[in-house]
């Protein structure tokens, strides 16, 4: 089943992510993804279309349809008028949330590393070379899957369109969640390691950091309900923050060619933004055993050898 939206339509919203994720969802793809991936998805459409004003009873009837699920029409049959402002979003994300928390609790017999700093940290290159050298599985936390998860880290990542905070949290968190389900989990159910470049971090680090209007409380809680679901009971093992001065991260940000001949969303995102989300990092530091700082500015076989060595050294304690 397609969803009935015209694709001039699509097409001359550039600024609209709503109407190419709706056409998304519905299409072959979206309509594969798990039940409660799509629950996350439908609800971010929701909330995007309503904070636009462009919801329709065309449109959710339509997506009501394509979802084929009781529960997707019901998320989308309460949504409050002003849903940035209501506390009702939060019991409904709450509610949806329990449907992952009541489920079976894992039994991982692996480890799982992850990678985080600002951009330019070199945490991609290096989350690389560090699964080939402990013969791990690699993976990144936005898209890591492939497949659906490709292709809804492109819509994100889109920079023609913007998201409002809490429809960007609920799609970041639903992408998530196919990495977790796809290759996360299963590797770690058969005792091997993951090296991920990005986890639930960078969900701490880059979704408080701009609110756009939105009241820090319904932020702040809302990442705490989807933090505690999206991934219950897993934490990294170790998690490196890879730091470094930021006028160097910037430097390497400038120098290294763009694929796509333009900045994606978070890329173009200006230098206060990507110096506050360094500085949040550093804070992370000390919050947990789990976190080892490593000075990011040395070459880049000097970094590698300095994981290596921490990894290795934690992985003969434990």
């Known amino acids: 089943m397609s969803l009935a939206i015209d694709e001039q339509q699509i097409q001359s919203a550039d600024d609209d992510g709503s109407l190419a994720l709706a056409h998304w969802l519905a299409g072959p793809v979206g309509l594969q993804l798990d039940v409660l991936t799509r629950q996350y998805l439908v609800f971010a459409f929701a909330l995007e279309a309503a904070a636009r004003g ?5 449109t959710l009837n339509q997506l009501s349809t394509a979802t084929q699920t009781a529960d997707c029409a019901r998320l ?4 409050p008028a002003q849903p940035h402002q209501s506390a009702d979003i939060l019991a409904l994300l709450s509610q949806l949330c329990q449907q992952i928390s ?5 039994v991982l017999k692996g480890r799982l590393i992850s990678l985080e700093g600002g951009d330019g940290s070199g945490k991609t290159t290096l989350s690389r070379q560090l699964a080939a050298k402990l013969d791990a599985i690699a993976t990144r936390a936005l898209g890591g899957a492939g497949g659906a998860s490709a292709g809804l880290r492109a819509l994100i990542l889109r920079s023609e369109f ?14 998530y969640r196919e990495t977790l389900l796809h290759v996360i989990l299963p590797a770690l159910r058969e005792g091997k390691t993951v090296v991920t470049d990005r986890w639930l971090d960078t969900l701490s680090v880059y979704m408080r950091n701009d609110t756009a209007g939105v009241p820090p ?5 809302a990442y705490d309900i989807l933090v505690a679901d999206v991934a219950p009971r897993l934490r990294p093992d170790m998690t490196f923050l890879l730091d470094l001065p930021y006028d160097v991260a910037l430097a390497r940000r400038t120098s290294r060619p763009v694929e796509t001949g333009k900045l994606d969303r978070n890329e173009a995102k200006g230098d206060a933004f990507h110096m506050s989300v360094f500085g949040a990092y550093r804070a992370l530091a000390g919050t947990a055993p789990r976190f080892v700082l490593v000075d990011a500015s040395q070459s880049e076989s000097d970094v590698l050898t300095r994981l290596l060595q921490f990894s290795r050294q934690d992985m003969d304690q434990s």
């Not at 009541?102 to 894992?106: A, D, G, I, L, V």
């Open 54 to 58: 462009s919801l329709s009873a065309f």
């Open 217 to 221: 409380s319904i932020i702040e809680q």
């Open 102 to 106: 009541s489920q079976e609790p894992q």
């Open 162 to 175: 913007y998201w409002h905070p809490l429809p960007e949290l609920l799609l970041t968190a639903a992408i």
């Open 76 to 79: 989308l049959a309460w949504l």
